[in-house]
């Protein structure tokens, strides 16, 4: 049975009207991730929009470790804006940061805040995170969530940044032959184009190879439904494929700063040897 309610998620992760919602949905048999595509083929999804996007306040927030082989990036969630920008809350979420930065069984971990609350809190282990967090709602007066986290601990280095009032961050895991001020503009141009352009993988060869599969089929039925004969369709797709690529991945994408270039072009000619291992990008409300 499709019940309003899966109609109406299936329209905020889409962006799609609700008749097409529910047609999806009963094509697919109730299932959403069929449904989603079921829309994607028709080209009655908006591009890109994430599901479960949050509207909740808060911020990004990154902490690098002095020697740069740990890092940590996470969302703290608020209830309004205002509060996003006080500085206990601030406070709040270096605080979390440098926990989850100093406590070894944390080492490479990403989550959510459930996973940590327990923790005894590395400043103070008469008290967990929990009790930390409820604190600071005491305190300032709003509801806190520590959303997710990331935390990399890399035989590499470590670089964030965080754009602007803190809306949008990233951490990236890099290695380079050494720490020269030639590598620090290039992976700080390299995380402003992460900030920028939302890439999903580093290369070519890291894409997921369910994603790259599901992409592959989507834009093959695609095709048949354009009219494209059987006998062109791979070629088709593989010229499609190439656009995924520039823009999901990172190496692929025209760099920011010189179009005529890909991000692995501006790599390459800097001469610096840098290498990006991995990167995430924190969004607040992003998926």
């Known amino acids: 049975m499709i019940t309003a309610e899966m109609v109406k998620a299936l329209r905020e992760m889409t962006g799609a009207g609700m008749l097409e919602c529910k047609k999806a949905l009963e094509e697919a048999g109730g299932d959403m991730e069929k449904a989603k595509e079921i829309l994607r083929v028709k080209g009655l999804a908006k591009a890109d929009k994430k599901a479960g996007r949050e509207t909740k306040e808060g911020i990004i927030y990154a902490y690098v470790s002095e020697n740069r082989k ?4 996470l969302e703290l969630n608020c209830e309004t804006d205002f509060v996003a920008k006080n500085e206990h809350f601030v406070e709040l ?9 100093s406590v070894e069984k944390n080492t490479n971990l990403s989550g959510v805040g459930e996973d ?13 995170v929990g009790d930390l967090i409820k604190s600071a709602i005491a305190r300032i007066g709003e509801n806190i969530q520590l959303r997710r986290f990331v935390r990399f601990d890399t ?16 951490l990236i895991d ?7 001020d030639e590598v620090s503009r290039t992976v700080q141009d390299v995380a402003l184009q992460i900030a920028a352009m939302k890439p999903e993988f580093v290369s070519i060869e890291s ?4 994603v790259l599969q599901r992409e592959k089929r989507i834009l093959t039925e695609q095709a048949r439904q354009e009219g494209k004969p059987e006998s062109i369709i ?16 990172l190496l692929e994408q025209a760099f920011i700063k010189d179009e005529k270039k890909t991000v692995g072009d501006y790599i390459r000619e800097s001469g610096t040897g840098l290498h990006i291992n991995r990167f995430v990008r924190f969004e607040v409300g992003g998926a």
């Open 70 to 73: 740990t890092g940590v990036i």
């Open 93 to 101: 979420a270096l605080n979390l940061a440098k926990h989850i930065a």
């Open 116 to 128: 940590i609350a327990n923790q005894p809190y590395y400043q103070d282990e008469s008290m967990s």
């Open 155 to 170: 035989e590499g280095y470590v670089h964030a940044y965080v754009h602007g009032i803190g809306k949008v961050g990233v």
């Open 174 to 180: 890099y290695s380079a032959p050494a720490l020269k």
């Open 207 to 210: 894409v997921d190879p369910e």
């Open 234 to 249: 791979e070629k088709v797709v593989e010229g499609r494929l190439r656009k995924f690529y520039q823009e999901k991945v």
